[in-house]
């Protein structure tokens, strides 16, 4: 059975204060890791998503990386605007169903 | 990106009765999920809804409780039956992906609370 564990579950930056968020995986044949954006009251907002062990992408302030175990999310001198839940899923090479982390809650004080 | 549509935004519902969400999406996409998102927690899918098939249920969800309607290419409704308080969640549509993005797009969800 496929599982994410994301860590820490939540975050307390200063503004301009960078860090990483890590989600660790194991699946069956990944086809591909997601990141997403989810504020109170919304949905998830896709982020990126990433294929291969060594891949990155880039965002604004956000850099998402990938290895054959885990990916990590970092975000460099963020800005309140950053503060957010962000969610980490899998998904399988077999299909299209996405299998969630738990979430990291990220609050950046100015 | 796809935009998505949920209704009702919210609403509180008594024990016993029967809530349906409805998703609409501004373009025809073939495949549509339901999620759902208890407090506090992240985000377990209920079933894949495919247009002209029925839907396939993930483990601990069945049809009676959570039937699923995918009456075309831009349209989904899921219903939370015979509600309890267990039921109060949030719950997401989802669409995608498309044959040229591997991405999901998610609606606001609805925000049922059940007394």
């Known amino acids: 059975e496929d599982q994410v564990t994301q860590s820490p579950e939540a975050l307390r930056l200063q503004e301009g204060e960078s860090s990483s968020l890590n989600c660790s995986y194991t699946?069956?044949?990944?086809?591909?890791l997601f990141w997403y954006r989810q504020d109170p009251g919304k949905g998830p907002e896709f982020l990126f998503t990433?294929?291969?062990a060594g891949e990155e992408k880039e965002k604004e302030r956000l850099k998402a990386t990938l290895t054959k175990k885990e990916s990590f999310l970092h975000i460099t001198a963020p800005k309140p605007e950053d503060s957010a839940t962000y969610l980490c899923a899998v998904q399988q090479s077999a299909g299209n169903k996405l299998t969630f982390g738990g979430g990291t809650r990220v609050l950046v004080k100015p | 990106s796809a935009v998505i549509s949920q209704k009702p935004s919210r609403d509180i519902c008594q024990r016993g009765t029967s809530l349906t969400i409805q998703c609409q999406v501004d373009?025809?996409?073939?495949?549509m999920f339901w999620y759902r998102q208890q407090p506090g927690q992240s985000l377990t899918l209920i079933a894949t809804a495919n247009q002209g098939s029925e839907a396939t249920y993930e483990s601990g969800f069945v049809i009676d409780k959570f039937p699923i309607s995918r009456p075309n290419l831009t349209f989904s409704t899921l219903t939370v039956s015979n509600m309890s308080p267990e039921d109060s969640s949030i719950y997401l549509c989802s669409v995608g992906p498309s044959l040229t993005k591997n991405i999901q797009y998610f609606g606001a969800g609805t925000r049922l609370s059940v007394l």
């Open positions: 373009s025809q996409v073939t495949m």
């Open positions: 990433l294929y291969s």
């Open positions: 699946v069956s044949g990944l086809r591909g």
